[in-house]
């Protein structure tokens, strides 16, 4: 694996990043942005499906306004993280919380993937006013501590 990480390391792309002034505190501002755009919604999402704004808000609409603008968000953090990586990557790799950011985007997207493909299917019937199912109160449990993890775990990199 390391001669994969010194690959990238030594890769045009990472070189361009490395050798060019602000680029990178450019990258991680953006970064950071991304995650506000991510993370800020799917909180917001999150709190509805626990019952916030059940008799004023329906799920769906809710979904339909905020979720676009956390897979924007989670587009820009991909990228954005992808670029960071780059130009050091055997060392961020060693850091010890890298194996738990990744692993918390993964359990992140299979919640997200499992909520959508068959607790949202029934989403007419508890949209607005009804108690929202265990099995979605359960996967924004789960959203909340997975991207709440990811942030700090992402923070951590800089320090572990």
């Not at 990480?5 to 990258?27: C, K, N, Q, V």
């Not at 808000?57 to 989670?74: D, E």
Request: aromatic share 10%.
């Amino acid at each position: 694996m390391g001669e994969v990480f010194a690959w990238l390391e030594d890769s045009a792309f990472s070189e361009a990043i490395r050798g060019t002034a602000y680029l990178y505190p450019i990258l991680e501002s953006i970064h950071i942005i991304g995650i506000a755009l991510l993370v800020g919604p799917a909180v917001v999402f999150d709190l509805r499906l626990l019952g916030l704004g059940r008799q004023a808000l329906r799920v769906t609409t809710a979904a339909n306004w905020l979720l676009p603008l956390s897979h924007v968000g989670f587009m820009i953090a991909a990228g954005t993280g992808v670029a960071m990586f780059l130009p050091g990557a055997s060392v961020i790799a060693d850091r010890g919380s890298a194996p738990w950011k990744l692993g918390l985007i993964l359990l992140a997207g299979l919640n997200i993937l499992i909520f959508h493909r068959h607790t949202y299917r029934g989403v007419a019937r508890w949209d607005v006013g009804r108690s929202t199912p265990v099995a979605a109160r359960f996967a924004a449990v789960v959203s909340l501590m997975s991207w709440s993890g990811v942030t700090v775990a992402g923070r951590l990199l800089a320090y572990t």
